[in-house]
T-cell receptor, first 112, second 115 residues
Framework: GESVGLHLPTLSVQEGDNSIINCAYS??????FIWYKQESGKGPQFIID?????DKRQGQRVTVLLNKTVKHLSLQIAATQPGDSAVYFC???????????FGKGTTLSVSS | KAGVTQTPRYLIKTRGQQVTLSCSPI?????VSWYQQTPGQGLQFLFE???????NKGNFPGRFSGRQFSNSRSEMNVSTLELGDSALYLC??????????????FGSGTQLSVL
């Protein structure tokens, strides 16, 4: 069936390092991808999204890369800060109007 | 602009009871989606409403239901509660300027505990 998953459930980095969080998806028809950040006690917060007609998109300190050949999505966070500590989810949809399907999440821990 | 507001923030119920959760979307947003979040299953889609009509539905039993009002506020109801219904219930809204069901904006959720 369709699934969106992350390679690692946890990732620990030092403050100032660059972080890379990975996500694999199984549905080759997926055409929209999105990353969310969820802090403890809060709902998921939008970070960045990308459509399948793009390979890369940049935001403030974040970059999303999409490799459709291997069905892989990644989120890069530059100069990671303690405030970046959270659970990160990728999600995908394969048709406008269908629900977003979420991966299990990666917990990012940033130590100073 | 105020964000998505969910009430109550916490709920404790016992098995067999029913519960109603409320969600007020971002002003101007007509689409409201509900998700269940548990440590084991992650975020799972319940249903989505647009202009008072259920447009999408996930794979949950009929005990889970929802509705949307003319002001776009939404409620979800769970009847005959089971222990496994303990979860964080998240509501999200999206605006008409975005393609359907994309770029959801989430509330902080209602944490439901069933004893």
């Amino acid at each position: 069936g369709e699934s969106v998953g992350l390679h690692l459930p946890t990732l620990s980095v030092q403050e100032g390092d660059n972080s890379i969080i990975n996500c694999a998806y199984s549905n080759s028809a997926s055409d929209y991808f999105i990353w969310y950040k969820q802090e403890s006690g809060k709902g998921p917060q939008f970070i960045i999204d990308i459509r399948s007609n793009m390979d890369k998109r940049q935001g403030q300190r974040v970059t999303v890369l999409l490799n459709k050949t291997v069905k892989h999505l990644s989120l890069q966070i530059a100069a990671t800060q303690p405030g970046d500590s959270a659970v990160y989810f990728c999600a995908e949809s394969h048709e406008a109007g269908t629900a977003l399907i979420f991966g299990k999440g990666t917990t990012l821990s940033v130590s100073s | 602009k105020a964000g998505v507001t969910q009430t109550p923030r916490y709920l404790i119920k016992t098995r067999g009871q029913q519960v109603t959760l409320s969600c007020s979307p971002i002003s101007g947003h007509r689409s409201v989606s509900w998700y269940q979040q548990t440590p084991g299953q992650g975020l799972q889609f319940l249903f989505e409403y647009f202009s008072e009509t259920q447009r999408n539905k996930g794979n949950f039993p009929g005990r889970f239901s929802g509705r949307q009002f003319s002001n776009s506020r939404s409620e979800m109801n769970v009847s005959t509660l089971e222990l496994g219904d303990s979860a964080l219930y998240l509501c999200a809204s999206s605006g008409d300027s975005s393609p359907l069901n994309e770029k959801l904006f989430f509330g902080s959720g209602t944490q439901l505990s069933v004893l």
